[in-house]
Structures are given as C-alpha cells and as structure tokens.
C-alpha cells in the first residue's frame, strides 16, 4: 500500500467556506424569524393599545358669563370648538367666542320675560321649548353651523392662514386663500302654538318621532297633555299650518303630590316618565290615552338609600334614566321586558349601572352625550367626571368651583366638557379616547342598555345609531375554543387510531400508499372543505341527525360485538381468518350503518318524544331522556371495560378446563349483563341529573341550527387529522426497532407491543402532533367562516353556530374604518388570538420537553 | 495458510454450490429441544439460509460461530418466529421445539414466543423504571400480583448477577445505567419467564471483558436450567463457555460439533482456519 499524503486529507477552503457561510445563513434565518414574530405581535398591540388610555385633556378656556342662570342642557359647544352658546331664562340664547369670550350674537326672544313660564332645552340636540303663562309653547332651535366660501368677502379685512375674526353674528375663519368658513349659531323660533288647555305650563318635554314631533307638558291645573303637531298646507291660501292634537290626562299623582320635578319621554315616546324629588317615578303609556304603568322608585336599593333626586338626564336614545342624588351617586335605569308579568305592558324599570362617587358631596347636574353613552356628572364639590355609563369607564375629571345653578355640557364629538355657572362658561378641551372600551368590558360581562342582566356580548355594527357597539371579546373566544374542542375531540382519536394502524400494523406495501395519500388530505384548502361543510354535508346533517348521531355509537358497538366473536372463535379459524380481517371490519361497519340507520326512528321514539329538534328546542319531551340517551353508550362502555378488566380473568379462569366454546358463551352472557347494567346504570344517572334539576339543554346540546359546531367540529377535523396523523406517524416510527423487537421476543402481541412500549417512548412526538393541530384549529378561519353559521352567540351547544376570533376578523376588518374603535377592537382580536396560539405552543413545547427527557439516551 | 482444499469449499459456497455439512456423531441428539430440519429462509428473492439440518441440546449451550453475513442472527431470530415480522421473508423446511412444529399455522406465535427469551446484540431495555423492564414477559400476560412480580424480579435480576448493583434504584430510569448492566437487565428480562430456551445473539459484543466474564459465569449457572443458543464473534467466549459449536458460512452449516472438538480437532480444514483465526 503507499502511503497516503496527508495533505489530501485536509479540509479544503471550499468546504469551510460553505460551512461558515450555511452556519450564518442559518442563525440570520432564525433569528429574523423570531423577529419577525415579535414584530407582528408588537405591531398589533401597538395598534389595539390606544383602546386601553382613559381621555386626555387638551386645553382649558374661561368664557365670561354675560348672563347670570342659564337653562339646563342648554350650554353646548360646535363641532370646532370656536362657538359655545347658553339659553338663557328669558329665552334668548347667547353666543360666544370660546377663546376669549366674546359675545357674538343674542337673539331676540318674540316674547317678554314676564310671558315665560318655563324653559326646557333637549338634551340631546338643538331644539328647546318655552312655555308661557297663558299655556302657548314656542319650539326654537340653535344650530351651530358653517358656510364656505371660496374667496375672501368682500367686507372681511384682509387675514393669514388659520386666523380667526368674529364677523357679522358669528366667526369668519381663513384656512387657506380659497377656504373661509363662517361659523354662527342659526337661531329660530317657531310661531307659538295655542294648546287647548290655557292654563300655565310648568313642565315640557319634547321627542322627534316618525310622525313629526310630538310634546309633553304638564299644565298648572294638574293635567298631562301630549301633543302630536300636524303639519300640513292650507290648499286655499298655501299658508302652512300646525295643529296640536292632544292627549290628556290628569294623573292622581300630580293632583296629591304637586308638580313632579322631572318629566321624560322614553324610547321612541310611547311612555313619559314623571319624577318628584323624592325619587318616586311613575311611568305613562302615551298611544291613545294616558294610562299609569307602574311605579318605582330611583334613589333606593339594597345597598344604599339617599333622600332626594338632585339631577336627571338621559342617555342617547331616550333608553336610559340618569338619576343623581344628594349623596353622590348617578343610577341608571332602563326598561327590561319582565316575564313575571308584574306590570301591564310587560317591561319595568330595572337599575343597570350604579355610579358612586369617592366624595359623597350631592349632584348638582348631570348631561349626557349627542353621540355616544357618555354623561357628564357635577357634583356639588366641583368634580366634573365625564363617565361612558355601559362600560361604568371614567373618561376625564376635572374640577371647577361651582355652586347650586352650574350646568353642564358635552361638546358635540365628546370633544369638550362645559360648565356654566355665575361667572361664566368653563370650557375643558378633551380627547374622549376610546370611551366605550375597557378590559373588563372587553372580556367580562358588561349590562348593556334594556338587557335583562349583564353579558358577554358581540355586536360590532347595530341596526340604529341610537345603539351602543358591543365590543365583548369573550363570545369570539368561546368560539374559538369551541371550534378547536369538538374538531380536536373528532380529529385526535381518529387520526392518532390510524397513526398507530399505520405505523404497528400495516404492512410496509400498503403502507406506502396510504400515508401520502392521507397527507395529501392536508393540501385540500380549507375554503373547499368549508365550502363542502356548509354545502354539502349541512343539508345531510339536518335531514338525517338522528341517523349520523345514531352511527357513532353504533359502528363501535358492532365492532366490539364483531371483536368479541372473532376472540370467541377457536384459535385456528382465528389464525386462518387473520388475513381476511378488512373484510370483517368492512361487515362490521356496514352491519352498523344498517343498525343506526334502523335504530334512529326507535331512539327518537322512545327518549326524545318523537322529533329530535323539538326536543332539542325545549319545546316537547323531558330532560331525562337526553340524559338516558347520552349515558347509555358512555355507561355501558366503562361498566364494559371494567367487567374486562376484573370478572374477564375469574370467568375464564372458571371456563378454562372446559372448552373454548363455554368459555365463548360465558363471555357473550357477560357482555349481555354489562348492558343491561350499563342501561340501568345510565337510567339512575339520568335520574340524579334530572333530580338535580340539570338540563342537557342548554348546555352540551339546544336548539339546532344548520350550520353549527357538529359540522365545523367534522370538516375541520378533515383538516386537522393529516397534520396530527403524519406527525404522530412519523413519532411513532422513530421508535427504534429493537425496543418492538425486544417486546414482541418476550411474547407480547403486536397490541401489547403498541400500547405499552411504542406509544410510550414517542409519547412527546404524539404530543406534538395533536399540539400542531390544536395551532392549526385555533387559528382556522376559512372552514369556521363558511360552516358555523357566524353568530356569535356563547355556548357549548353542540348543534348551534358560533363565531370565532379568526372568522370575526376576517368579516369585519374590511368594513372597520382605520383607527376607529372598532378597527382597534380587531386588531386586539388579532392580538388575543396570537396569545393564544403562542400559549398552546408554549405549553405543548414545555410538556413535549418533559416527555421528551423521560425518553432520552435511546 | 489456508490449505487448497479449504479454498476451493469456500470458493464453491461462494459460487453458489451447496456443500454437506459436517455434523459430528455426538450432535444427533435422542431428543433434541430444538429440531432444525432443511431449513431454508429467503429475504425476497435473496437466500439467506440454506437447508440448514442441525438439532439443538436440551440444556446444554450451543455456540454459533461464523463470519459476518452468515445468517447466524436470521437463524436465531428464525427459532422464536420473530423474522415473520420481516414482509419479505418466506421460509421452507421446519423447525420443531419439543417435537411440536413452530411454523405450523395453528401454532399460537405469541405462546411460542413465550417459551423463549431472546437477548439481543445492542442491549434495548425499555425506556421504563428497572422493575417494570424486568416483570415485563409477566406485565404482559396480566399478572399484577405484586408478589409474584417483587419475587420474579428479584429472582431474575441475581440471576442475571445484576441484583446487587441495582436493588437500591429499582424504581429508577433502566436507561440511567451503564451499558454493561443494560445487557444484564436484558438478560434478566429474558428469563424472567422462565423460558425454555434462551436465544443470544452476540450478548457481549459491546462489553468490556469484565461484564463479559460476568454473562460468562452467568451463562454457566443458566446452563441445566435453560437451553441457551447464542451466537459470537469471539472464539475464546465460545471455546470456553459452549458445549457445542457450529460453524456457519454464507447462510450455510459448515460444520457442527461438541465444542472441544471443533475447537482441537476439526472435522474440517476450514472450520480449523476460522476459529483459530486465520480467516473470517
Ligand atoms: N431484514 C433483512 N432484509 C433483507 N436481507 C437481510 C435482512 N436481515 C438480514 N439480511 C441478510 O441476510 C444475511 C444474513 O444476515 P444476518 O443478520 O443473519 O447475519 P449475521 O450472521 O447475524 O451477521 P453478523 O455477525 O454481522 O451479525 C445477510 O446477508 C443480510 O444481508
Ligand atoms: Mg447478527
């Protein structure tokens, strides 16, 4: 041999050079990765943050008061914050210049001071009322607006970009050489409107319905009258001409209590509210006649009692009552449909929301917002807190010295907080933020407006502008978690069945053919499976339920039964028979499929009265035979299962001189006894369940809706077990050959072998599997989307529809507008949902691991 | 050397052309536990054993010695049945235990497999606690009797010369040991069942001469009270711990006889050359 030169053996440059350059390229690769990861969960958190701030404040102005009391809600302030304007108590409204006071304009009210006998200013938009002494209303309003125009007028001096001059009645604002705005208070007052009853009017209110405005007033003499304006042209003169029809009653209250201090319309005006001081309410039906509903009162509860009613408002869309009392605390009160009946019409008042205070000093004034749930409430110590009321959320405080007459307001956007006292006008610039949003209302319940309690609840978009955006994550998280449990409860058994099958039983040939064409299973998109779920399989599942539901039990009853003959037979027909095995069990599950097929209609019959989905609904049948019907295979396989493992061994060691076919006979005679047993067994547990007064309805099952988790629970389990599947096979067959080899030499079945050796040692590879499925199922949007029907309603009902995190962004990210709330609340989603998924890869990480050291050094 | 003669058999079973064996007179037993008749196995279309004829003694140990590639394992392996795992393979002739034919159809694979303990060449304890390694062959049959399984392991590991060293941590990992005592908890596994033979292939291949000298002295006090049939590369571990030895040479017997005299005075040359080492 000649002798090698060493030289040729060292490592050449080429070959260093690509290991240097594979080792960089591989650390750049995962760390930018990670990076990658990081950023995307950083950027959305970044993005859902600002939900989390409280308001700022922005600016703080003092207007000097021109006049000394102005009428309740009647302070406001205009879109751009330039304007503010009051009402005075002789019917004039005063506008200003926020910035430094200014008086621009006060209108001539067309009647003297003397005349007026009271002054109501709605709360929630431009319009106000004055009554007179001889009973005469007349309707004004003052609407803060703007004209363009496109060149400087001609009797404006000249200005630079952004000033702003008073002009004429109003402010002339220059934004740029083509753009000057006007602002001004426009201000009308309507003709007076003779009522029929003359006596003096002490209380008005006043509500905008479909047809035409209509008006409550409370007359000296005691009367409440309801007057509907019909508008319409004199066809003779073109003259227009307002009727008053009216409505009248003379409530008793009034006549043994005197005036009630406050006097409201609710909802779309079908009741009125009368309030007194003392906190008792009385609530009107207003259609047709004026008829007493019920009687409440607001400043009492379990908890506290106050003295007096000190302040009132309502929230936007007349739905709730905002009651202020002299120690502090603002209650709010809806109407909610009552099922007890305890009132005539059905709906009662009901607190929702209770508002203390850390100082018990009285309110003084409470307004409420034009836009959004936001009140403003004024306590006699000077703190002025603007509150979102659903969420219970404090937006901004400030204070201010105040006394008895102050009254508040809210700019138009939430975008300033006003108080008007004697000196003059504080006004507070504010950014409101997102007001509505807060964690507990992201994730706890929260009692929104004319619910009978507090939920969780998701509903981004509503039919009126009147109604609150329900932001409550929970229901999509349930969802979520719902998806993922019934798809992982069908996926995980099946595909990990046919991991072990593959990889312990199957022969190398066929095995070879089957495991690509299961993986190719994992490339069909999920949007043709959905499709396929909500299409396809849906109708099957509503026509035929019972039947499917039917199968489950079934086919593995007719496979244990068709197991247990097979055991029975003697050994060497068993031997010779092994080979035909697909055959029986091909037997097997058609046996089970005619079995459930015949069984369904008996099922239905005999435990759910007749029609499953009546059932379902609650509306006929009992508890107790969903309970029967449920426990019956859950029993009859653990008594099963026991009896194998305890009485199996003493009856074949009792048969086992004798011949195999007693020992045969004696098992079949077992197994008959299990389920009979197994049937009682489940009857007394129906029983208890129903003694205990549970319902499977409602909770595991309800009424059926057609597309619902059953379904999402079988598509997405498609998807979901060629991942587990090839994971867990691959687990499996790096389970070195020798442990099989040791255990089979030591006589163990192939069985044996599987269960107590091989699924052990790749127990961490399983893991991972199903941990890699749940990833997948957590975050599946397109199957979830097109099968489960999209209503986010949160229960674990089986046979209903259900939203999830993923499908709620995929629907409505494109309809959010960028930055809103809503848009924000998305994203948040986004956020949540990655936590989640990085929670169940971190947990199935750290559990893998574990696993992973029991079975190192092999 | 290698003589001609030797040469030109070797080269004859390498061309393919089957030889006679040499069985000596003392290997034809009266009754012989395991009975090896024309058996022939092929891995597809590949043969890897060629009618081998050889009886197996009732107690005693039998050596089988040969290059590597000459089928000893797949002859082991083909006593306990564990090759019909493999898909491909396909076996002629028979092989009796007792008198009884394993490849019978009816024959029960898994009670077969029962009788005998086989100890493989790289140890493989399962990646469970020593005690539960050593009660497995009785785990799997269903006994829980937790007597029965203390006294079984006790037993099996002090018959394995195992028991000292680990009857303090029986509880734990099997896989915290050293590979010497790994090969001995697998050979206390193989008995614990009381098998009637005992199949090693290669045992000591991967362990240092004082672990080996321990399964030596092990095997001596086996021997009686099982059948042992183990297969090694090492002459001297054949020599002094078999009764008798069988020399296989490309899937075929060569030449089988009581050790002492396949070791001292061959029947045939090449059988000479092989186990004093001058070719293999
Ligand atoms: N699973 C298998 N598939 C195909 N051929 C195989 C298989 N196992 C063994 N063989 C072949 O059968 C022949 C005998 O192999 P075997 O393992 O019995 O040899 P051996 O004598 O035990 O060798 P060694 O001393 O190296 O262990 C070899 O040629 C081998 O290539
Ligand atoms: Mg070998």
Same mark, same amino acid.
């Given at each position: 041999?000649?002798?090698?030169?060493?030289?040729?053996?060292?490592?050449?440059?080429?070959?260093?050079?690509?290991?240097?350059?594979?080792?960089?390229?591989?650390? *750049?690769?995962?760390?930018?990765?990670?990076?990658?990861?990081?950023?995307?969960?950083?950027?959305?958190?970044?993005?859902?943050?600002?939900?989390?701030?409280?308001?700022?404040?922005?600016?703080?102005?003092?207007?000097?008061?021109?006049?000394?009391? $102005?009428?309740?809600?009647?302070?406001?302030?205009?879109?751009?914050?330039?304007?503010?304007?009051?009402?005075?108590?002789?019917?004039?409204?005063?506008?200003?210049?926020?910035?430094?006071?200014?008086?621009?304009?006060?209108?001539?009210?067309?009647?003297?001071?003397?005349?007026?006998?009271?002054?109501?200013?709605? +709360?929630?938009?431009?319009?106000?009322?004055?009554?007179?002494?001889?009973?005469?209303?007349?309707?004004?309003?003052?609407?803060?607006?703007?004209?363009?125009?496109?060149?400087?007028?001609?009797?404006?001096?000249?200005?630079?970009?952004?000033?702003? *001059?008073?002009?004429?009645?109003?402010?002339?604002?220059?934004?740029?050489?083509?753009?000057?705005?006007?602002?001004?208070?426009?201000?009308?007052?309507?003709?007076?409107?003779?009522?029929?009853?003359?006596?003096?009017?002490?209380?008005?209110?006043?509500?905008?319905?479909?047809?035409?405005?209509?008006?409550?007033?409370?007359?000296?003499?005691?009367?409440?009258?309801?007057?509907?304006?019909?508008?319409?042209?004199?066809?003779?003169?073109?003259?227009?001409?307002?009727?008053?029809?009216?409505?009248?009653?003379?409530?008793?209250?009034?006549?043994?209590?005197?005036?009630?201090?406050?006097?409201?319309?609710?909802?779309?005006?079908?009741?009125?509210?009368?309030?007194?001081?003392?906190?008792?309410?009385?609530?009107?039906?207003?259609?047709?006649?004026? &008829?007493? *509903?019920?009687?409440?009162?607001? =400043?009492?509860?379990?908890?506290?009692?106050?003295?007096?009613?000190?302040?009132?408002?309502?929230?936007?869309?007349?739905?709730?009552?905002?009651?202020?009392?002299?120690?502090?605390?603002?209650?709010?009160?809806?109407?909610?449909?009552?099922?007890?009946?305890?009132?005539?019409?059905?709906?009662?008042?009901?607190?929702?929301?209770?508002?203390?205070?850390?100082?018990?000093?009285?309110?003084?004034?409470?307004?409420?917002?034009?836009?959004?749930?936001?009140?403003?409430?004024?306590?006699?110590?000077?703190?002025?807190?603007?509150?979102?009321?659903?969420?219970?959320?404090?937006?901004?405080?400030?204070?201010?010295?105040?006394?008895?007459?102050? @009254?508040?307001?809210?700019?138009?956007?939430?975008?300033?907080?006003?108080?008007?006292?004697?000196?003059?006008?504080?006004?507070?610039?504010?950014?409101?933020?997102?007001?509505?949003?807060?964690?507990?209302?992201?994730?706890?319940?929260?009692?929104?407006?004319?619910?009978?309690?507090?939920?969780?609840?998701?509903?981004?978009?509503?039919?009126?502008?009147?109604?609150?955006?329900?932001?409550?994550?929970? +229901?999509?998280?349930?969802?979520?978690?719902?998806?993922?449990?019934?798809?992982?409860?069908?996926?995980?058994?099946?595909?990990?069945?046919?991991?072990?099958?593959?990889?312990?039983?199957?022969?190398?040939?066929?095995?070879?053919?089957?495991?690509?064409? =299961?993986?190719?299973?994992?490339?069909?998109?999920?949007?043709?499976?959905?499709?396929?779920?909500?299409?396809?399989?849906?109708?099957?599942?509503?026509?035929?339920?019972?039947?499917?539901?039917?199968?489950?039990?079934?086919? +593995?009853?007719?496979?244990?039964?068709?197991?247990?003959?097979?055991?029975?037979?003697?050994?060497?027909?068993?031997?010779?028979?092994?080979?035909? &095995?697909?055959?029986?069990?091909?037997?097997?599950?058609?046996?089970?499929?005619?079995?459930? $097929?015949?069984?369904?209609?008996?099922?239905?019959?005999?435990?759910?009265?007749?029609?499953?989905?009546?059932?379902?609904?609650?509306?006929?049948?009992?508890?107790?035979?969903?309970?029967?019907?449920?426990?019956?295979?859950?029993?009859?396989?653990?008594?099963?299962?026991?009896?194998?493992?305890?009485?199996?061994?003493?009856?074949?060691?009792?048969?086992?001189?004798?011949?195999?076919?007693?020992?045969?006979?004696?098992?079949? $005679?077992?197994?008959?006894?299990?389920?009979?047993?197994?049937?009682? @067994?489940?009857?007394?547990?129906? /029983?208890?369940?129903?003694?205990?007064?549970?319902?499977?309805?409602?909770?595991?099952?309800?009424?059926?809706?057609? &597309?619902?988790?059953?379904?999402?629970?079988?598509?997405? /389990?498609?998807?979901?077990?060629? =991942?587990?599947?090839?994971?867990?096979?691959?687990?499996?067959?790096?389970?070195?050959?020798?442990?099989?080899?040791?255990?089979?030499?030591?006589?163990?079945?192939?069985?044996?072998?599987?269960?107590?050796?091989? *699924?052990?040692?790749?127990?961490?590879?399983?893991?991972?599997?199903?941990?890699?499925?749940?990833?997948?199922?957590?975050?599946?949007?397109?199957?979830?989307?097109?099968?489960?029907?999209?209503?986010? $309603?949160?229960?674990?009902?089986?046979?209903?529809?259900?939203?999830?995190?993923?499908?709620? =962004?995929?629907?409505?990210?494109?309809?959010?507008?960028?930055?809103?709330?809503?848009?924000?609340?998305?994203?948040?989603?986004?956020?949540?949902?990655?936590?989640?998924?990085?929670?169940?890869?971190?947990?199935?990480?750290? @559990?893998?691991?574990?696993?992973?050291? &029991?079975?190192?050094?092999? | 050397?290698?003589?001609?003669?030797?040469?030109?058999?070797?080269?004859?079973?390498?061309?393919?052309?089957?030889?006679?064996?040499?069985?000596?007179?003392?290997?034809?037993?009266?009754?012989?536990?395991?009975?090896?008749?024309?058996?022939?196995?092929?891995?597809?279309?590949?043969?890897?054993?060629?009618?081998?004829?050889?009886?197996?003694?009732?107690?005693?140990?039998?050596?089988?010695?040969?290059?590597?590639?000459?089928?000893?394992?797949?002859?082991?392996?083909?006593?306990?049945?564990?090759?019909?795992?493999?898909?491909?393979?396909?076996?002629?002739?028979?092989?009796?235990?007792?008198?009884?034919?394993?490849?019978?159809?009816?024959?029960?694979?898994?009670?077969?497999?029962?009788?005998?303990?086989?100890?493989?060449?790289?140890?493989?304890?399962?990646?469970?606690?020593?005690?539960?390694?050593?009660?497995?062959?009785?785990?799997?049959?269903?006994?829980?009797?937790?007597?029965?399984?203390?006294?079984?392991?006790?037993?099996?590991?002090?018959?394995?010369?195992?028991?000292?060293?680990?009857?303090?941590?029986?509880?734990?990992?099997?896989?915290?040991?050293?590979?010497?005592?790994?090969?001995?908890?697998?050979?206390?596994?193989?008995?614990?069942?009381?098998?009637?033979?005992?199949?090693?292939?290669?045992?000591?291949?991967?362990?240092?001469?004082?672990?080996?000298?321990?399964?030596?002295?092990?095997?001596?006090?086996?021997?009686?009270?099982?059948?042992?049939?183990?297969?090694?590369?090492?002459?001297?571990?054949?020599?002094?711990?078999?009764?008798?030895?069988?020399?296989?040479?490309?899937?075929?017997?060569?030449?089988?006889?009581?050790?002492?005299?396949?070791?001292?005075?061959?029947?045939?040359?090449?059988?000479?050359?092989?186990?004093?080492?001058?070719?293999?």
């Amino acid at each position: 041999m000649t002798q090698i030169d060493r030289k040729q053996f060292k490592t050449t440059w080429s070959v260093k050079a690509a290991d240097h350059v594979s080792s960089y390229v591989i650390t *750049i690769g995962g760390l930018a990765t990670i990076v990658a990861v990081l950023l995307v969960s950083v950027y959305l958190f970044y993005v859902a943050a600002p939900l989390m701030g409280s308001g700022t404040i922005t600016g703080e102005q003092q207007v000097q008061a021109q006049v000394t009391t $102005v009428v309740d809600n009647s302070v406001r302030s205009d879109e751009n914050s330039l304007l503010i304007r009051s009402l005075s108590e002789a019917g004039a409204i005063t506008v200003q210049r926020i910035s430094d006071g200014q008086l621009l304009m006060q209108s001539q009210p067309p009647m003297a001071p003397e005349e007026i006998s009271t002054l109501w200013s709605d +709360p929630l938009s431009e319009q106000f009322l004055i009554g007179l002494k001889d009973g005469r209303i007349i309707a004004g309003r003052a609407i803060a607006e703007y004209s363009i125009f496109s060149i400087r007028p001609h009797d404006a001096p000249e200005m630079v970009d952004g000033e702003v *001059i008073a002009w004429h009645d109003g402010l002339l604002e220059r934004k740029d050489a083509e753009l000057y705005r006007y602002h001004r208070v426009t201000v009308t007052y309507d003709a007076p409107l003779g009522t029929a009853n003359g006596n003096e009017i002490i209380r008005l209110d006043r509500i905008e319905s479909n047809d035409g405005s209509v008006m409550a007033a409370c007359h000296e003499d005691g009367s409440l009258a309801i007057y509907g304006t019909n508008t319409y042209e004199n066809l003779m003169t073109g003259e227009i001409v307002v009727e008053l029809e009216s409505t009248v009653g003379k409530p008793v209250s009034i006549q043994t209590r005197g005036m009630p201090t406050y006097m409201y319309f609710l909802g779309q005006g079908e009741h009125i509210a009368l309030i007194w001081e003392d906190g008792l309410c009385e609530r009107y039906q207003t259609r047709n006649e004026i &008829r007493h *509903i019920e009687s409440c009162t607001l =400043i009492h509860d379990e908890v506290d009692q106050a003295k007096a009613v000190t302040a009132c408002s309502l929230l936007l869309g007349r739905g709730s009552l905002l009651v202020g009392d002299d120690e502090g605390r603002v209650r709010v009160y809806f109407l909610i449909r009552e099922k007890d009946g305890s009132t005539e019409d059905g709906w009662s008042f009901r607190m929702g929301h209770k508002i203390n205070s850390a100082s018990a000093s009285e309110v003084i004034n409470i307004c409420s917002s034009e836009r959004s749930r936001t009140a403003g409430i004024l306590q006699a110590d000077g703190t002025l807190r603007t509150m979102h009321i659903t969420t219970e959320k404090e937006i901004n405080l400030v204070t201010a010295d105040v006394s008895e007459s102050a @009254v508040i307001g809210i700019g138009p956007r939430d975008d300033a907080i006003l108080c008007a006292v004697e000196k003059g006008i504080h006004v507070w610039t504010v950014d409101p933020g997102h007001s509505d949003i807060s964690v507990s209302a992201l994730f706890l319940p929260v009692w929104y407006e004319s619910y009978p309690e507090a939920e969780m609840v998701w509903q981004s978009s509503s039919a009126s502008d009147d109604d609150e955006a329900k932001l409550g994550l929970t +229901p999509l998280i349930v969802g979520t978690l719902k998806a993922t449990l019934y798809s992982m409860l069908f996926a995980v058994p099946i595909a990990l069945a046919a991991a072990i099958y593959t990889s312990e039983f199957m022969s190398p040939r066929i095995k070879a053919v089957i495991k690509p064409s =299961i993986e190719l299973m994992a490339s069909l998109p999920s949007v043709v499976l959905g499709y396929f779920g909500a299409i396809i399989l849906a109708p099957y599942f509503e026509a035929y339920l019972m039947e499917i539901l039917c199968l489950t039990c079934a086919v +593995p009853f007719t496979f244990a039964v068709g197991g247990l003959i097979f055991q029975s037979l003697p050994q060497h027909y068993v031997r010779l028979l092994q080979n035909y &095995r697909l055959f029986f069990v091909a037997v097997c599950f058609a046996i089970g499929c005619v079995c459930a $097929v015949g069984l369904a209609p008996i099922v239905t019959t005999f435990f759910f009265a007749g029609n499953f989905k009546q059932w379902l609904d609650g509306t006929v049948g009992h508890a107790f035979g969903g309970w029967w019907a449920v426990s019956i295979p859950v029993c009859c396989l653990t008594l099963y299962l026991m009896s194998e493992r305890f009485v199996t061994p003493r009856v074949i060691a009792m048969a086992c001189c004798n011949s195999q076919a007693k020992t045969a006979g004696m098992r079949f $005679v077992q197994a008959f006894i299990v389920m009979i047993a197994g049937t009682c @067994v489940a009857a007394a547990i129906a /029983g208890l369940a129903v003694a205990c007064g549970w319902d499977l309805r409602g909770s595991l099952f309800g009424s059926y809706e057609s &597309r619902n988790a059953l379904i999402v629970g079988l598509v997405m /389990g498609f998807a979901v077990i060629p =991942i587990i599947y090839t994971i867990a096979e691959d687990a499996l067959c790096t389970v070195p050959n020798n442990l099989r080899a040791a255990s089979l030499g030591a006589g163990a079945t192939q069985w044996q072998t599987a269960v107590r050796i091989v *699924i052990p040692t790749a127990m961490s590879g399983i893991f991972s599997a199903i941990m890699v499925g749940l990833g997948r199922a957590v975050g599946e949007t397109m199957i979830v989307l097109m099968a489960a029907g999209n209503t986010p $309603v949160m229960d674990l009902n089986l046979f209903s529809g259900f939203r999830t995190l993923s499908a709620n =962004i995929a629907v409505e990210m494109p309809e959010a507008v960028k930055d809103s709330t809503h848009y924000r609340v998305l994203f948040l989603a986004a956020f949540v949902l990655f936590v989640m998924t990085f929670i169940v890869n971190t947990v199935a990480e750290s @559990v893998r691991q574990r696993f992973r050291k &029991r079975a190192v050094n092999m | 050397m290698i003589t001609d003669s030797a040469v030109n058999r070797l080269a004859a079973i390498a061309a393919g052309e089957m030889c006679t064996p040499a069985v000596h007179e003392e290997c034809h037993f009266d009754a012989p536990i395991v009975d090896i008749e024309k058996f022939n196995l092929y891995y597809g279309a590949k043969r890897a054993l060629f009618d081998i004829s050889m009886s197996i003694p009732k107690g005693q140990i039998t050596a089988l010695v040969g290059p590597s590639g000459c089928g000893k394992s797949t002859l082991l392996r083909s006593v306990n049945r564990l090759n019909d795992l493999i898909d491909i393979v396909r076996i002629e002739g028979g092989m009796k235990l007792n008198g009884e034919n394993i490849y019978d159809p009816a024959v029960d694979v898994i009670e077969l497999r029962k009788r005998m303990g086989m100890v493989f060449q790289k140890s493989n304890p399962f990646p469970m606690s020593i005690f539960e390694n050593v009660v497995y062959p009785l785990r799997i049959v269903g006994i829980r009797d937790k007597t029965v399984l203390e006294e079984t392991c006790e037993r099996s590991l002090r018959g394995a010369a195992l028991w000292d060293e680990v009857k303090d941590r029986l509880h734990e990992n099997a896989l915290g040991m050293s590979g010497g005592q790994q090969q001995r908890l697998c050979i206390a596994r193989a008995i614990a069942a009381d098998p009637e033979v005992l199949l090693m292939d290669e045992p000591c291949s991967a362990l240092d001469p004082i672990a080996t000298g321990k399964i030596e002295e092990l095997m001596a006090e086996l021997k009686g009270q099982y059948t042992i049939l183990i297969v090694t590369h090492n002459m001297q571990q054949a020599a002094r711990s078999s009764d008798y030895t069988a020399f296989m040479y490309l899937g075929q017997l060569i030449e089988y006889g009581p050790t002492a005299t396949i070791f001292t005075n061959p029947q045939l040359q090449e059988t000479q050359e092989y186990v004093t080492g001058r070719f293999g």
